[in-house]
């Protein structure tokens, strides 16, 4: 199994290698010193310029109601050979060393600080023996950057994409000429529901509330991946529009061969929505006279027949969550 982002990079079996170091302190109490030293041979991601952290998991692996610890480094930036040199402490007071485990991951950071996983690093404390722990002496280890688990992978998006992906585009507003450009740069980890999947496209529609009004236009589709890239602009004129009462709404869907198209999830924006980021990139974009670009975490479409469609679409007005059931294709 491929991460994604190890799609972006060369083509290579060895990931790096990191180098840590372990030590115990008992002074003000208990705590469990990971001295984060270094990473090398990391491998070249391409198109973009490397950016690279670390997150430390401190895990219990027998005490399933102990909440787990996570701490992160410093983003180091220029370097495929980051030297972090950096002093995480984590409690121990409550648990027995020899019980837990630490896990590394090692995380690339795009142009839009959206974080992907390289590889992990997994070190089990069993191994500290008890005379290592009474002299507090200090254990300098170095460990091959491993392939993450597709186990992993489908825990990790779920918390970090949500279940259904992201997307990632920029608004531009020009408030001279009321336009607004919607570009469509890429989305990461949709959620596929059938194996019927003749390309993946996104759907852009421009919602204006007060008079059930709508705008669609649609990028180009894209085959075999799910996490497909567009770098496509859409134009939308808005002079004929109050962007006070409008919404905008972006959706992925899939084709399929002898069916109607599935929703995979969508991003509302607005200056009246639920989602705080959607509603601040928005306000941020209708101010800002220039691109404004950031990721957002795909919601799901609700599924309806033709009679709840019709109900949706009369009334479209009345609130924003009959908005966010209705996917449909419909144009203006």
């Given at each position: 199994?491929?991460?994604?982002?190890?799609?972006?990079?060369?083509?290579?079996?060895?990931?790096?290698?990191?180098?840590?170091?372990?030590?115990?302190?008992?002074?003000?109490?208990?705590?469990?010193?990971?001295?984060?030293?270094?990473?090398?041979?990391?491998?070249?991601?391409?198109?973009?310029?490397?950016?690279?952290?670390?997150?430390?998991?401190?895990?219990?692996?027998?005490?399933?109601?102990?909440?787990?610890?996570?701490?992160?480094?410093?983003?180091?930036?220029?370097?495929?050979?980051?030297?972090?040199?950096?002093?995480?402490?984590?409690?121990?007071?409550?648990?027995?060393?020899?019980?837990?485990?630490?896990?590394?991951?090692?995380?690339?950071?795009?142009?839009?600080?959206?974080?992907?996983?390289?590889?992990?690093?997994?070190?089990?404390?069993?191994?500290?023996?008890?005379?290592?722990?009474?002299?507090?002496?200090?254990?300098?280890?170095?460990?091959?950057?491993?392939?993450?688990?597709?186990?992993?992978?489908?825990?990790?998006?779920?918390?970090?994409?949500?279940?259904?992906?992201?997307?990632?585009?920029?608004?531009?507003?020009?408030?001279?000429?009321?336009?607004?450009?919607?570009?469509?740069?890429?989305?990461?980890?949709?959620?596929l529901t059938s194996d019927d999947n003749q390309g993946i496209y996104a759907e852009v529609t421009i919602i204006y509330m007060k008079?059930?009004?709508?705008?669609?236009?649609?990028?180009?589709?894209?085959?075999?991946?799910?996490?497909?890239?567009?770098?496509?602009?859409?134009?939308?004129?808005?002079?004929?529009?109050?962007?006070?009462?409008?919404?905008?709404?972006?959706?992925?869907?899939?084709?399929?061969?002898?069916?109607?198209?599935?929703?995979?999830?969508?991003?509302?924006?607005?200056?009246?929505?639920?989602?705080?980021?959607?509603?601040?990139?928005?306000?941020?974009?209708?101010?800002?006279?220039?691109?404004?670009?950031?990721?957002?975490?795909?919601?799901?479409?609700?599924?309806?027949?033709?009679?709840?469609?019709?109900?949706?679409?009369?009334?479209?007005?009345?609130?924003?969550?009959?908005?966010?059931?209705?996917?449909?294709?419909?144009?203006?």
């Amino acid at each position: 199994y491929i991460y994604p982002i190890q799609r972006l990079i060369n083509s290579k079996e060895n990931l790096g290698k990191l180098y840590f170091s372990l030590a115990l302190s008992d002074v003000p109490s208990s705590k469990l010193v990971v001295n984060l030293l270094k990473a090398d041979e990391l491998p070249e991601a391409k198109d973009d310029h490397p950016r690279v952290y670390v997150t430390v998991d401190l895990l219990h692996n027998t005490n399933v109601n102990t909440r787990n610890q996570e701490l992160k480094s410093n983003v180091q930036q220029g370097t495929y050979a980051p030297n972090f040199n950096e002093r995480l402490e984590f409690d121990v007071s409550s648990v027995k060393v020899q019980e837990t485990s630490l896990r590394f991951i090692v995380w690339y950071v795009d142009s839009f600080s959206q974080g992907e996983c390289l590889g992990m690093v997994g070190h089990n404390l069993d191994q500290l023996t008890d005379q290592e722990i009474i002299s507090n002496k200090e254990t300098i280890i170095c460990k091959d950057i491993q392939r993450i688990s597709r186990d992993f992978q489908d825990h990790n998006n779920n918390n970090a994409y949500g279940h259904y992906g992201a997307v990632l585009f920029s608004l531009t507003y020009t408030q001279t000429t009321k336009r607004l450009t919607v570009v469509l740069f890429k989305a990461q980890n949709l959620n596929l529901t059938s194996d019927d999947n003749q390309g993946i496209y996104a759907e852009v529609t421009i919602i204006y509330m007060k008079k059930n009004r709508r705008k669609r236009k649609v990028t180009r589709s894209m085959s075999g991946t799910n996490n497909p890239i567009y770098n496509e602009a859409i134009l939308f004129d808005l002079s004929d529009l109050d962007i006070a009462n409008m919404k905008l709404q972006i959706t992925l869907k899939q084709k399929r061969t002898d069916k109607a198209d599935i929703a995979l999830g969508r991003v509302l924006m607005g200056n009246d929505v639920h989602d705080s980021d959607a509603k601040l990139h928005w306000n941020n974009a209708m101010n800002a006279n220039k691109a404004v670009a950031q990721w957002h975490g795909l919601r799901q479409c609700q599924s309806y027949n033709a009679t709840n469609r019709r109900r949706l679409r009369g009334r479209l007005s009345c609130s924003e969550n009959e908005v966010l059931t209705d996917c449909s294709s419909s144009d203006e």
